[in-house]
């Protein structure tokens, strides 16, 4: 792992981090099906102003438990590779796709339709790695991106209209969000390196 420019002790913290928030995300689906999904009601309500708060809620949504399962290995694996940049590097990719997937759910999604899920930022963990591995040129960052490619690469297909159940318009905000976070944290690195020591 040392060898790639992994800190074992970080990828282990990652993975403790991630199977911790998959089980809130499974508690929050329990109690939203004992409820009768009422709260699903939070999702993303497109050109709606009151579904924009959806934006924060809906990444913490699904629908149903085949919907959280599928997400839940994704989640798990990117969200520990992520993390293992460090804690910053997880927050500013998160967030960003985060938002950037709910803004642009709520903004080309068809009027009357529901976004949930936790997809956007599974489209931008994906993306920011793999753009992170080109822009750092780092051994072990190119070799995650590798991986990335090979084992969720044709998932990014799903940023094009394939059903109406399923939200490509968060998936490409997702992405796009991926792809900012890389760019600006390797900007924000190059900067810091470029700063003269005196």
């Known amino acids: 792992m040392r060898s790639l420019g992994i800190d074992p002790a970080r990828l282990k913290q990652g993975a403790i981090v991630m199977a911790a928030a998959l089980v809130v995300l499974w508690l929050i689906e329990i109690i939203d099906t ?8 939070f999702g993303i309500k497109p050109w709606d102003v009151t579904g924009l708060d959806g934006i924060v809620f809906a990444p913490l949504l699904h629908a149903g438990f085949a919907h959280l399962a599928a997400n839940s290995v994704p989640l798990f694996v990117l969200g520990t590779a992520v993390w293992t940049s460090g804690l910053r590097q997880w927050v500013v990719a998160t967030a960003t796709a985060w938002v950037t997937s709910g803004v642009v759910a709520w903004l080309l999604t068809p009027l ?10 599974i489209f931008g963990w994906i993306t920011y790695l793999i753009v992170r ?4 040129r780092k051994w072990g960052h190119i070799v995650v991106a590798v991986v990335v490619m090979l084992l969720y690469g044709s998932v990014l297909l799903g940023v094009f209209p394939a059903s109406p159940t399923v939200s490509w318009q968060g998936h490409l905000g997702g992405a796009i969000g991926g792809t900012l976070a890389a760019w600006l944290l390797y900007s924000r690195e190059q900067k810091r390196k470029a700063r003269p020591v005196i």
């Open 34 to 41: 004992l409820t009768g999904h009422a709260l699903d009601a």
């Open 133 to 136: 591995g080109f822009l750092s």
């Open 112 to 121: 009357h339709y529901l976004v949930i899920g936790a997809s956007g930022v």
